[in-house]
């Protein structure tokens, strides 16, 4: 009877040790099927990519035209599956417009906006244009005056969002973090004197990305360099309005932390960005921002700054794009970013300023863009059911 016992309790013991040694739940593996982007009306070059978006039934991919050394032009596609693609009509109206790269764009009500800079000038600093939808499908640069995105006070002008009640861009002045408004795409507003926003004696502000959550409210997330402290901790902001914000809590440690993209999820917002010597998850419910699991390992020899391209979610799968300071890799989480493992991408880019990874979802479909400074491509592939 003893043995007996004995046997059952260690088939109990072996069996919850099977269990609690189970491997956790891992991304699916996706299929990639290469697609063409036509070359754009105009001087043939390299075509470059940098960001997309879906739109209704259309996806929208953006990037460029390289001609030559320096020289470039904007270029914009469209697509109802993803494999055939449209050029887009540009319509530039100013000298530095004609040779944007478009870097963001964003989707709102079926409406499409974009935001591209071209390096130059007396300084070499980016000269912003912002780009709204025309009635014919047609995309038209906005005249906006120099100190708007640029100036004395510019630091950097980031991503393009939207939302219910318009578009906002979020970037860095001198005074900190900062953000631009706008209701339609025709005109921006800079907001860079919010208190809650702009630096003061206690925290040196940045912003990295913004997004629009089910609950109302625009939210911001970046960092900050706290007097007293060398390592950044995160931050986040929120506003109703896009002109007057409130600080939230984020937590932290002693490591360094930055939250570099945001997007909401069923229940909340997901972030995702630089933890220590890893990449970290940031999850907010009910108002509230707790630190989740990290993934990935930042490379020792890094030849560049680590961070995270781009992050989206599906209702199966999230995709983090994301450079270790070496090279850029795609992750995959099936559980809301409980758990990551890196998925198997046609390509892996080095990090360097003209080299890209981007990945977005929409519904089950994925859209993979990248480049390699000598060729902008486009992957596709179904999320497994």
């Known amino acids: 009877m003893r043995r007996a016992i004995g046997a059952v309790l260690l088939l109990l013991m072996a069996a919850a040790c099977t269990d609690a040694e189970e491997d956790p739940p891992a991304a699916p593996s996706l299929e990639w099927t290469e697609t063409s982007l036509s070359m754009p009306g105009g001087q043939a070059g390299r075509v470059a990519v940098r960001d997309a978006a879906r739109c209704g039934e259309q996806w929208y991919v953006v990037g460029a035209v390289f001609a030559g050394p320096g020289e470039s032009r904007p270029a914009a596609w469209r697509s109802a599956d993803g494999q055939a693609w449209t050029a887009l009509v540009m319509r530039p109206r100013s000298y530095w417009a004609r040779r944007n790269v478009i870097y963001s764009v964003a989707c709102r009500s079926g409406e499409v906006a974009m935001i591209g800079a071209k390096e130059g000038g007396a ?60 209701p339609d795409a025709r005109a921006f507003r800079l907001v860079d004197d919010d208190p809650a926003l702009r630096r003061d004696a206690e925290l040196d502000t940045f912003a990295v990305d913004a997004t629009y959550a089910a609950g109302g409210a625009w ?127 046609p390509v892996q880019p080095e990090t360097a300023g003209e080299q890209v990874l981007i990945a977005r979802i929409s519904g089950d479909e994925v859209l993979l863009l990248a480049d390699d400074a000598k060729s902008g491509r486009v992957w596709q592939a179904a999320v497994p059911g």
């Open 123 to 182: 300084h070499g600093n980016p000269r912003v244009s912002t780009w709204r939808q025309l009635a014919d499908g047609s995309f038209e640069s906005v005249t906006a005056p120099f100190e708007l995105y640029g100036g004395p006070h510019a630091v950097n002008v980031g991503r393009l969002v939207a939302g219910p009640p318009g578009w906002l861009i979020v970037g860095n002045r001198f005074s900190g973090a900062a953000v631009w408004t706008s």
């Open 219 to 345: 939210t911001v997330v970046g960092g900050a360099q706290r007097q007293g402290r060398v390592p950044r901790v995160p931050m986040a902001w929120v506003s109703t309005d896009g002109v007057a914000w409130r600080r939230v809590k984020v937590p932290y440690d002693e490591e360094f932390a930055e939250l570099q993209r945001v997007t909401p999820i069923a229940d909340g917002q997901l972030a995702v960005g630089v933890k220590g010597s890893r990449f970290g998850t940031w999850r907010e419910t009910g108002g509230r921002w707790r630190s989740g699991p990290v993934f990935g390992h930042i490379d020792d020899d890094i030849t560049a700054a680590p961070f995270v391209s781009a992050l989206a979610v599906a209702d199966r799968l999230v995709l983090a794009s994301a450079s270790d300071g070496r090279q850029y890799a795609l992750w995959g989480s099936p559980d809301a970013g409980a758990h990551w493992s890196m998925l198997d991408t």
